[in-house]
Protein backbone atom coordinates (compact mmCIF):
# COMPACT_ATOMS: atom_id res chain seq x y z
CA UNK A 1 0.00 0.00 0.00
CA UNK A 2 0.68 3.72 -0.26
CA UNK A 3 2.88 5.37 2.62
CA UNK A 4 0.00 7.25 4.83
CA UNK A 5 1.01 10.51 4.92
CA UNK A 6 -0.54 13.00 7.52
CA UNK A 7 -3.73 12.59 9.25
CA UNK A 8 -6.22 13.12 12.24
CA UNK A 9 -8.02 11.21 14.46
CA UNK A 10 -11.65 10.39 13.55
CA UNK A 11 -14.17 11.93 15.64
CA UNK A 12 -18.13 12.66 15.62
CA UNK A 13 -17.63 15.72 17.43
CA UNK A 14 -15.43 16.90 14.86
CA UNK A 15 -16.59 14.54 11.60
CA UNK A 16 -17.59 17.97 9.48
CA UNK A 17 -14.33 19.64 10.22
CA UNK A 18 -12.13 16.64 9.21
CA UNK A 19 -14.09 16.14 5.75
CA UNK A 20 -12.77 19.81 5.34
CA UNK A 21 -9.42 20.14 6.47
CA UNK A 22 -7.14 20.49 3.42
CA UNK A 23 -4.28 17.77 2.58
CA UNK A 24 -5.52 15.36 4.90
CA UNK A 25 -4.55 11.61 3.66
CA UNK A 26 -5.68 9.46 6.05
CA UNK A 27 -7.03 9.28 9.39
CA UNK A 28 -7.88 6.65 12.40
CA UNK A 29 -10.88 5.74 14.53
CA UNK A 30 -11.30 4.01 17.71
CA UNK A 31 -12.50 0.15 16.51
CA UNK A 32 -14.56 -0.18 19.66
CA UNK A 33 -17.04 3.27 18.24
CA UNK A 34 -18.13 1.22 15.15
CA UNK A 35 -20.29 -0.63 13.97
CA UNK A 36 -19.47 -2.51 10.74
CA UNK A 37 -22.50 -2.84 9.37
CA UNK A 38 -23.85 0.62 10.01
CA UNK A 39 -20.10 3.21 9.16
CA UNK A 40 -21.25 6.50 9.62
CA UNK A 41 -21.77 8.73 6.51
CA UNK A 42 -18.74 10.86 7.46
CA UNK A 43 -15.98 7.92 7.41
CA UNK A 44 -17.80 6.43 4.25
CA UNK A 45 -17.49 10.15 1.95
CA UNK A 46 -13.86 10.19 3.39
CA UNK A 47 -12.98 6.52 1.83
CA UNK A 48 -15.08 7.26 -0.94
CA UNK A 49 -12.47 9.82 -2.12
CA UNK A 50 -9.57 7.71 -1.31
CA UNK A 51 -8.64 8.76 2.60
CA UNK A 52 -7.65 5.56 4.35
CA UNK A 53 -8.96 4.59 7.31
CA UNK A 54 -7.19 2.81 10.08
CA UNK A 55 -8.92 1.08 12.83
CA UNK A 56 -7.58 2.02 16.49
CA UNK A 57 -8.25 -1.03 19.28
CA UNK A 58 -8.34 -0.19 22.84
CA UNK A 59 -9.84 -2.99 24.88
CA UNK A 60 -8.23 -5.73 23.58
CA UNK A 61 -5.88 -6.04 26.70
CA UNK A 62 -2.75 -7.75 24.38
CA UNK A 63 -0.57 -6.85 27.93
CA UNK A 64 -2.72 -8.84 30.10
CA UNK A 65 -2.07 -12.23 32.07
CA UNK A 66 -4.68 -13.43 30.06
CA UNK A 67 -4.98 -14.65 26.23
CA UNK A 68 -6.48 -12.79 23.89
CA UNK A 69 -10.39 -12.98 23.77
CA UNK A 70 -11.69 -14.73 20.75
CA UNK A 71 -14.84 -12.26 20.16
CA UNK A 72 -12.78 -9.12 20.89
CA UNK A 73 -10.45 -10.11 18.07
CA UNK A 74 -13.05 -11.15 15.58
CA UNK A 75 -14.53 -7.48 16.34
CA UNK A 76 -11.24 -5.53 15.60
CA UNK A 77 -10.84 -7.96 12.15
CA UNK A 78 -14.63 -7.26 10.65
CA UNK A 79 -14.05 -3.45 11.73
CA UNK A 80 -11.01 -3.79 9.80
CA UNK A 81 -12.62 -5.50 6.85
CA UNK A 82 -15.15 -3.42 6.77
CA UNK A 83 -13.40 -0.37 6.52
CA UNK A 84 -10.69 -1.77 3.70
CA UNK A 85 -7.72 -0.93 6.62
CA UNK A 86 -4.31 -1.83 5.10
CA UNK A 87 -3.35 -2.29 9.18
CA UNK A 88 -5.28 -2.65 12.81
CA UNK A 89 -3.34 -0.78 16.04
CA UNK A 90 -3.84 -1.21 19.71
CA UNK A 91 -1.57 -0.99 22.65
CA UNK A 92 0.93 -2.37 24.86
CA UNK A 93 -1.31 -2.35 28.05
CA UNK A 94 -3.49 -4.78 30.38
CA UNK A 95 -6.85 -3.07 30.95
CA UNK A 96 -8.90 -5.70 33.35
CA UNK A 97 -7.88 -8.82 35.36
CA UNK A 98 -10.77 -11.78 35.48
CA UNK A 99 -9.84 -13.25 39.34
CA UNK A 100 -11.34 -11.16 40.31
CA UNK A 101 -13.25 -9.01 37.55
CA UNK A 102 -11.98 -6.15 37.71
CA UNK A 103 -12.11 -3.05 34.60
CA UNK A 104 -9.26 -0.68 34.96
CA UNK A 105 -11.14 1.47 32.14
CA UNK A 106 -7.85 3.17 31.09
CA UNK A 107 -4.56 1.74 29.37
CA UNK A 108 -2.39 0.12 32.32
CA UNK A 109 1.63 -0.33 31.80
CA UNK A 110 2.88 -3.51 31.73
CA UNK A 111 5.83 -4.62 33.86
CA UNK A 112 8.99 -4.33 31.88
CA UNK A 113 9.73 -8.16 32.76
CA UNK A 114 10.84 -11.10 30.89
CA UNK A 115 7.82 -13.26 32.30
CA UNK A 116 5.66 -9.84 30.92
CA UNK A 117 7.50 -10.08 27.83
CA UNK A 118 6.63 -13.53 27.64
CA UNK A 119 3.19 -13.68 28.27
CA UNK A 120 3.08 -10.25 25.76
CA UNK A 121 4.33 -12.23 22.80
CA UNK A 122 2.15 -15.26 23.14
CA UNK A 123 -0.77 -12.83 22.94
CA UNK A 124 0.79 -10.83 20.33
CA UNK A 125 0.91 -14.25 17.85
CA UNK A 126 -2.75 -15.53 18.69
CA UNK A 127 -3.82 -12.04 17.65
CA UNK A 128 -1.56 -11.73 14.82
CA UNK A 129 -2.91 -15.24 13.42
CA UNK A 130 -6.57 -14.08 14.00
CA UNK A 131 -6.77 -10.78 12.43
CA UNK A 132 -6.78 -10.30 8.36
CA UNK A 133 -4.09 -7.47 8.25
CA UNK A 134 -0.94 -6.56 10.08
CA UNK A 135 -1.04 -5.83 13.29
CA UNK A 136 1.17 -2.48 15.10
CA UNK A 137 1.25 -1.72 18.92
CA UNK A 138 1.82 0.98 20.74
CA UNK A 139 3.37 2.62 23.06
CA UNK A 140 1.55 4.07 26.07
CA UNK A 141 1.60 6.64 29.00
CA UNK A 142 2.31 5.89 32.18
CA UNK A 143 2.08 7.49 36.23
CA UNK A 144 3.79 4.84 37.64
CA UNK A 145 6.54 2.62 37.71
CA UNK A 146 6.47 -1.15 38.52
CA UNK A 147 9.39 -2.46 40.86
CA UNK A 148 11.76 -4.54 39.47
CA UNK A 149 12.20 -4.32 35.82
CA UNK A 150 14.28 -5.84 34.21
CA UNK A 151 14.18 -4.27 30.66
CA UNK A 152 14.51 -0.89 29.01
CA UNK A 153 11.28 0.31 27.19
CA UNK A 154 13.65 0.67 24.09
CA UNK A 155 14.90 -3.02 24.47
CA UNK A 156 11.54 -4.44 25.79
CA UNK A 157 10.01 -3.33 22.31
CA UNK A 158 12.70 -4.09 20.37
CA UNK A 159 12.70 -7.66 21.82
CA UNK A 160 8.88 -7.68 21.14
CA UNK A 161 9.37 -7.12 17.60
CA UNK A 162 12.21 -9.74 17.16
CA UNK A 163 10.39 -12.09 18.90
CA UNK A 164 6.68 -11.43 16.87
CA UNK A 165 7.68 -9.04 14.16
CA UNK A 166 4.90 -7.42 15.01
CA UNK A 167 5.00 -3.30 13.71
CA UNK A 168 5.08 -0.50 16.25
CA UNK A 169 3.01 2.41 16.78
CA UNK A 170 5.19 5.01 18.27
CA UNK A 171 3.64 8.34 20.45
CA UNK A 172 5.60 10.83 20.87
CA UNK A 173 3.62 12.05 23.08
CA UNK A 174 3.85 9.33 25.40
CA UNK A 175 7.42 9.54 25.51
CA UNK A 176 7.38 13.31 26.70
CA UNK A 177 4.98 11.58 28.97
CA UNK A 178 6.67 9.17 30.60
CA UNK A 179 9.76 11.73 30.62
CA UNK A 180 7.94 13.97 32.96
CA UNK A 181 6.60 11.32 34.84
CA UNK A 182 8.83 8.53 34.87
CA UNK A 183 12.21 10.22 34.48
CA UNK A 184 12.23 8.10 31.24
CA UNK A 185 15.19 9.28 28.57
CA UNK A 186 12.93 9.22 25.00
CA UNK A 187 16.11 9.79 23.03
CA UNK A 188 17.18 6.54 24.74
CA UNK A 189 13.85 4.68 23.41
CA UNK A 190 13.69 5.89 19.75
CA UNK A 191 17.71 4.94 19.52
CA UNK A 192 16.75 1.68 20.45
CA UNK A 193 13.57 0.81 18.27
CA UNK A 194 13.90 -1.01 15.13
CA UNK A 195 13.41 1.43 12.36
CA UNK A 196 11.85 -0.99 9.58
CA UNK A 197 9.19 -1.87 12.24
CA UNK A 198 7.48 1.40 12.48
CA UNK A 199 4.18 1.92 11.17
CA UNK A 200 3.04 5.25 12.04
CA UNK A 201 3.56 8.17 14.88
CA UNK A 202 1.01 9.64 17.07
CA UNK A 203 0.90 13.13 18.30
CA UNK A 204 -0.93 14.77 21.20
CA UNK A 205 -1.28 17.51 23.19
CA UNK A 206 -1.62 17.43 27.11
CA UNK A 207 -0.99 19.41 30.30
CA UNK A 208 1.03 19.69 33.37
CA UNK A 209 -0.49 19.85 36.74
CA UNK A 210 1.79 19.76 39.79
CA UNK A 211 4.57 18.00 38.18
CA UNK A 212 3.12 15.30 36.67
CA UNK A 213 2.41 15.28 32.73
CA UNK A 214 -1.65 14.80 31.62
CA UNK A 215 -1.70 12.79 28.21
CA UNK A 216 -5.18 14.61 27.97
CA UNK A 217 -5.64 14.81 23.89
CA UNK A 218 -7.64 17.66 25.23
CA UNK A 219 -4.36 20.43 24.78
CA UNK A 220 -2.44 21.85 22.13
CA UNK A 221 0.37 19.87 20.48
CA UNK A 222 3.61 21.27 22.96
CA UNK A 223 7.23 22.08 21.70
CA UNK A 224 8.48 19.54 23.57
CA UNK A 225 6.24 16.67 21.64
CA UNK A 226 7.30 18.52 18.24
CA UNK A 227 10.66 18.35 18.85
CA UNK A 228 10.58 14.31 19.76
CA UNK A 229 8.90 13.95 16.32
CA UNK A 230 11.74 15.78 15.16
CA UNK A 231 14.19 13.67 16.72
CA UNK A 232 12.41 10.69 14.96
CA UNK A 233 11.90 11.90 12.14
CA UNK A 234 16.18 12.25 12.05
CA UNK A 235 16.17 8.60 12.87
CA UNK A 236 13.54 7.04 9.82
CA UNK A 237 11.32 8.49 7.61
CA UNK A 238 7.93 7.82 9.19
CA UNK A 239 4.94 6.06 7.00
CA UNK A 240 2.81 8.10 8.16
CA UNK A 241 1.81 10.63 11.06
CA UNK A 242 -1.44 11.33 13.31
CA UNK A 243 -3.10 14.15 15.33
CA UNK A 244 -4.75 12.78 17.86
CA UNK A 245 -7.56 15.06 19.96
CA UNK A 246 -10.01 13.54 22.14
CA UNK A 247 -12.17 16.47 24.06
CA UNK A 248 -12.18 19.87 24.29
CA UNK A 249 -11.88 20.10 20.10
CA UNK A 250 -10.76 23.45 18.80
CA UNK A 251 -12.20 25.31 16.13
CA UNK A 252 -11.61 24.08 12.99
CA UNK A 253 -8.37 26.72 11.50
CA UNK A 254 -6.64 25.64 14.85
CA UNK A 255 -6.58 21.81 13.89
CA UNK A 256 -5.75 22.64 10.30
CA UNK A 257 -2.85 24.61 12.09
CA UNK A 258 -1.35 21.95 13.92
CA UNK A 259 -1.64 19.60 11.22
CA UNK A 260 0.39 22.03 9.42
CA UNK A 261 2.63 22.17 12.37
CA UNK A 262 3.19 18.44 12.45
CA UNK A 263 3.76 18.91 8.35
CA UNK A 264 6.60 21.36 9.00
CA UNK A 265 8.87 19.46 11.68
CA UNK A 266 8.58 16.71 9.23
CA UNK A 267 9.46 18.66 6.75
CA UNK A 268 12.69 20.75 8.43
CA UNK A 269 14.13 18.26 10.58
CA UNK A 270 17.28 16.40 9.08
CA UNK A 271 16.77 13.78 6.89
CA UNK A 272 16.37 10.22 8.21
CA UNK A 273 19.24 7.74 8.27
CA UNK A 274 16.62 4.62 7.30
CA UNK A 275 13.78 5.02 5.52
CA UNK A 276 10.52 2.41 7.05
CA UNK A 277 8.38 0.33 5.19
CA UNK A 278 4.95 1.14 4.37
CA UNK A 279 2.26 0.93 7.04
CA UNK A 280 0.68 -2.34 6.18
CA UNK A 281 3.74 -3.91 5.24
CA UNK A 282 4.53 -7.08 7.16
CA UNK A 283 8.05 -7.14 8.88
CA UNK A 284 10.65 -10.36 7.78
CA UNK A 285 11.25 -10.35 11.64
CA UNK A 286 9.73 -13.15 13.25
CA UNK A 287 7.89 -14.63 9.98
CA UNK A 288 7.73 -18.18 11.41
CA UNK A 289 5.53 -17.25 13.66
CA UNK A 290 2.77 -18.87 11.84
CA UNK A 291 4.46 -22.33 11.63
CA UNK A 292 5.79 -22.75 14.69
CA UNK A 293 3.24 -23.84 17.80
CA UNK A 294 2.15 -21.24 20.06
CA UNK A 295 4.93 -21.29 22.79
CA UNK A 296 2.96 -21.91 26.14
CA UNK A 297 4.57 -19.67 29.06
CA UNK A 298 3.13 -21.76 31.82
CA UNK A 299 3.82 -19.91 35.08
CA UNK A 300 4.54 -16.57 33.98
CA UNK A 301 0.88 -16.36 33.12
CA UNK A 302 0.53 -16.58 36.84
CA UNK A 303 2.98 -14.37 38.32
CA UNK A 304 2.06 -11.47 35.64
CA UNK A 305 -1.53 -12.03 36.61
CA UNK A 306 -0.82 -11.45 40.37
CA UNK A 307 1.09 -8.79 40.10
CA UNK A 308 -1.11 -7.07 37.58
CA UNK A 309 -4.13 -7.80 39.96
CA UNK A 310 -2.96 -6.09 42.54
CA UNK A 311 -1.57 -2.90 41.35
CA UNK A 312 -5.30 -2.88 39.80
CA UNK A 313 -6.97 -3.98 43.01
CA UNK A 314 -5.31 -0.83 44.59
CA UNK A 315 -5.93 1.66 41.86
CA UNK A 316 -9.72 0.73 41.78
CA UNK A 317 -10.83 -1.40 44.30
CA UNK A 318 -9.17 1.02 47.23
CA UNK A 319 -6.96 -2.36 48.44
CA UNK A 320 -3.39 -1.64 50.01
CA UNK A 321 -0.83 -0.30 47.60
CA UNK A 322 1.98 -3.39 46.55
CA UNK A 323 5.12 -3.15 47.69
CA UNK A 324 7.81 -0.96 46.01
CA UNK A 325 5.53 0.82 44.25
CA UNK A 326 5.26 4.79 44.89
CA UNK A 327 1.87 5.30 46.79
CA UNK A 328 1.46 9.18 45.90
CA UNK A 329 1.80 8.10 42.29
CA UNK A 330 -0.63 4.83 42.56
CA UNK A 331 -2.99 7.26 44.33
CA UNK A 332 -2.49 9.88 41.50
CA UNK A 333 -3.12 7.17 38.81
CA UNK A 334 -6.68 6.08 40.91
CA UNK A 335 -8.13 9.57 41.13
CA UNK A 336 -7.16 10.05 37.16
CA UNK A 337 -9.39 6.47 36.76
CA UNK A 338 -12.52 7.63 38.88
CA UNK A 339 -12.56 11.11 37.03
CA UNK A 340 -11.94 8.75 33.39
CA UNK A 341 -14.94 6.80 34.48
CA UNK A 342 -17.31 9.76 35.51
CA UNK A 343 -16.52 11.57 31.94
CA UNK A 344 -17.03 8.79 29.87
CA UNK A 345 -20.47 8.06 31.38
CA UNK A 346 -21.17 11.90 31.31
CA UNK A 347 -20.62 11.72 27.48
CA UNK A 348 -22.43 8.31 27.42
CA UNK A 349 -25.79 8.58 29.77
CA UNK A 350 -26.09 12.66 29.63
CA UNK A 351 -29.29 12.15 31.48
CA UNK A 352 -27.92 11.24 34.38
CA UNK A 353 -26.48 14.48 34.59
CA UNK A 354 -29.72 16.43 33.75
CA UNK A 355 -31.05 13.75 36.58
CA UNK A 356 -28.80 15.38 39.23
CA UNK A 357 -27.27 18.52 38.00
CA UNK A 358 -23.58 18.76 37.27
CA UNK A 359 -21.76 19.48 40.70
CA UNK A 360 -24.06 16.43 41.93
CA UNK A 361 -23.30 14.24 39.60
CA UNK A 362 -19.80 14.42 39.59
CA UNK A 363 -20.01 14.03 43.91
CA UNK A 364 -22.09 11.33 43.49
CA UNK A 365 -20.15 9.52 40.99
CA UNK A 366 -17.09 9.89 42.47
CA UNK A 367 -18.28 8.38 46.20
CA UNK A 368 -19.83 5.67 44.34
CA UNK A 369 -16.79 4.72 42.54
CA UNK A 370 -14.90 4.39 45.67
CA UNK A 371 -16.59 1.34 46.45
CA UNK A 372 -17.66 -0.01 43.11
CA UNK A 373 -15.01 -1.09 40.86
CA UNK A 374 -16.31 -1.37 37.08
CA UNK A 375 -16.22 -5.05 35.88
CA UNK A 376 -18.45 -4.60 32.53
CA UNK A 377 -17.35 -1.78 30.69
CA UNK A 378 -18.38 1.54 31.10
CA UNK A 379 -22.45 1.14 29.93
CA UNK A 380 -22.72 -1.31 32.26
CA UNK A 381 -20.94 1.21 34.62
CA UNK A 382 -23.63 4.13 33.87
CA UNK A 383 -26.50 2.03 34.62
CA UNK A 384 -24.79 0.02 38.14
CA UNK A 385 -24.83 3.80 38.79
CA UNK A 386 -28.10 4.77 38.19
CA UNK A 387 -29.05 1.97 40.44
CA UNK A 388 -26.60 3.01 43.36
CA UNK A 389 -28.66 6.83 43.35
CA UNK A 390 -32.19 4.98 43.32
CA UNK A 391 -30.48 2.79 46.65
CA UNK A 392 -29.57 5.69 48.09
CA UNK A 393 -32.81 7.71 47.86
CA UNK A 394 -31.30 10.04 45.18
CA UNK A 395 -32.32 12.47 43.20
CA UNK A 396 -34.27 13.58 45.96
CA UNK A 397 -36.68 15.35 44.21
CA UNK A 398 -39.54 12.40 43.41
CA UNK A 399 -40.37 13.70 39.99
CA UNK A 400 -36.90 13.55 39.14
CA UNK A 401 -35.83 10.14 41.09
CA UNK A 402 -39.69 9.06 38.97
CA UNK A 403 -37.73 9.87 35.49
CA UNK A 404 -34.23 8.14 36.29
CA UNK A 405 -36.26 4.85 37.48
CA UNK A 406 -38.09 5.05 34.39
CA UNK A 407 -34.71 5.46 31.91
CA UNK A 408 -32.98 2.62 34.32
CA UNK A 409 -35.79 0.30 33.72
CA UNK A 410 -35.59 1.21 30.07
CA UNK A 411 -31.88 0.02 29.39
CA UNK A 412 -32.23 -3.06 31.91
CA UNK A 413 -35.73 -4.32 30.07
CA UNK A 414 -37.07 -4.95 33.29
CA UNK A 415 -37.97 -3.90 36.74
CA UNK A 416 -35.37 -2.97 39.37
CA UNK A 417 -34.11 -6.26 40.98
CA UNK A 418 -35.54 -7.06 44.99
CA UNK A 419 -33.78 -3.73 47.10
CA UNK A 420 -35.03 -1.55 44.57
CA UNK A 421 -38.79 -2.82 44.33
CA UNK A 422 -40.16 -0.21 47.18
CA UNK A 423 -38.56 2.59 45.15
CA UNK A 424 -40.71 1.50 41.98
CA UNK A 425 -43.77 0.67 44.28
CA UNK A 426 -43.36 4.12 45.52
CA UNK A 427 -43.08 5.87 42.35
CA UNK A 428 -46.12 3.61 40.86
CA UNK A 429 -44.45 1.74 38.22
CA UNK A 430 -45.75 -2.01 39.22
CA UNK A 431 -43.27 -4.87 38.52
CA UNK A 432 -42.29 -5.97 35.66
CA UNK A 433 -40.01 -8.99 34.54
CA UNK A 434 -37.04 -10.06 36.22
CA UNK A 435 -34.09 -8.38 34.82
CA UNK A 436 -31.56 -9.40 32.35
CA UNK A 437 -28.11 -8.13 32.75
CA UNK A 438 -27.42 -5.13 30.05
CA UNK A 439 -24.15 -5.91 27.65
CA UNK A 440 -21.63 -3.17 28.04
Known sequence: MARLGVGIGWR????????RLPGLDWVEVVAENLCPGHLPESLLRLRERGVTVVPHGVSLGLGGADRPDGRRLADLGERAVALGAPLVTEHIAFVR????ALEAGHLLPVPRT????????ENVRIAQDALPVPLALENIAALVNWPGEELTEGRFL???VERTGVRLLIDVANLHTNRVNRGEDPRAVLDA?????????HVAGG????GVWHDTHAHPVPAQVLDLLAELRERVDPPGVLLERDDDFPPEPELAAELTAIRATLASAAPARTTAPAAGAASDRGADRGAAAVSEVGGARGRVGVAQTALLSALVAGTPVPEGFDRQRVAVQARALVAKRADVVRRIAPELVGFLGPEAFRKEFFGYARHR???GGYRRDALDFAEHLLVHGLPADPAARRRLTRWWQDRVGSRPPNRLSRWAGRLGLGPRPRPRRAVA
Open 12 to 19: PEIAEAVE
Open 97 to 100: SSSP
Open 114 to 121: RDALDVLC
Open 158 to 160: AEL
Open 193 to 201: LPAEALAYV
Open 207 to 210: VERD
Open 373 to 375: PMT
